[in-house]
Antibody
Framework: QVQLQESGPGLVKPSETLSLTCSVF????????WSWIRQPPGTGLEWIGY???????IYNPSLKSRVAMSVDTSRNQFSLKLTSVTAADTAVYFC??????????????WGQGILVTVSS | SYELAQPPSVSVSPGQTATITCSGN??????ASWYQQKPGQSPVLVIY???KRPSGIPERFSGSSSGNTVTLTIGGTQAMDEADYYC?????????FGGGTKLTVL
């Protein structure tokens, strides 16, 4: 049973870089896609992007200029960096596994989420 | 960018059938998944590839597809099913979520 756990600072200053790590337990990080998804308070889900174990990435076009993801297969972890944050980036950030092939992909399981607040 | 449209809210009486729709351009040629999210919790997959139910999800949850609309149906709705529900599809190698539907059981 794969489980995921997000970690990182809960408070980031405006214009700085948000950095989060997701640890994968109970399974290997290889041969799957790994996503970051966020949810601003009181609103819906926004996909940020995903990374494959090879390091190849696909990002949400609306965030692409500020996002970078990386993977560390030796530690079974993957990471998110979001630069030049503003209050609009305040959200619960989830890491999750993306399963399936081709057009039939789904997200499961999800981490518990970590609230990141952007404030001075 | 690709968009999925869901009704903001749906109400159902306990024991009745709840239906939540999700529509999108050319959705009939894609697969959709559904997630349940209760307050303060992370989303849980309840349907994937339009109609498949993960292990551990009650049989009262089912999915269907017709044209460019997919539907999540909850038969014999229980109070514990009150939650936000999100549809999701895969478009141009990106993950897209619908805006979510708040299901109220009253």
């Amino acid at each position: 049973q794969v489980q995921l756990q997000e970690s990182g600072p809960g408070l980031v200053k405006p214009s700085e870089t948000l950095s989060l790590t997701c640890s994968v337990f109970g399974g290997s990080i290889t041969s799957d896609y790994w996503s970051w998804i966020r949810q601003p308070p009181g609103t819906g889900l926004e996909w940020i992007g995903y990374i494959y174990d090879s390091g190849s990435t696909i990002y949400n076009p609306s965030l692409k200029s500020r996002v970078a993801m990386s993977v560390d297969t030796s530690r079974n972890q993957f990471s998110l960096k979001l630069t030049s944050v503003t209050a609009a980036d305040t959200a619960v950030y989830f890491c999750a596994r993306t399963k399936g092939v081709g057009i039939g992909r789904w997200v499961d399981p999800w981490g518990q989420g970590i609230l990141v607040t952007v404030s001075s | 960018s690709y968009e999925l449209a869901q009704p903001p809210s749906v109400s159902v009486s306990p024991g009745q059938t709840a239906t939540i729709t999700c529509s999108g351009n050319n959705l009939g040629n894609k697969y959709a998944s559904w997630y349940q999210q209760k307050p303060g919790q992370s989303p849980v997959l309840v349907i994937y590839q339009d109609t498949k139910r993960p292990s551990g999800i009650p049989e009262r949850f089912s999915g269907s597809s017709s044209g460019n609309t997919v539907t999540l149906t909850i038969g014999g709705t229980q109070a514990m099913d009150e939650a936000d529900y999100y549809c999701q599809a895969w478009d141009s190698s990106t993950v897209v979520f619908g805006g979510g539907t708040k299901l109220t059981v009253l």
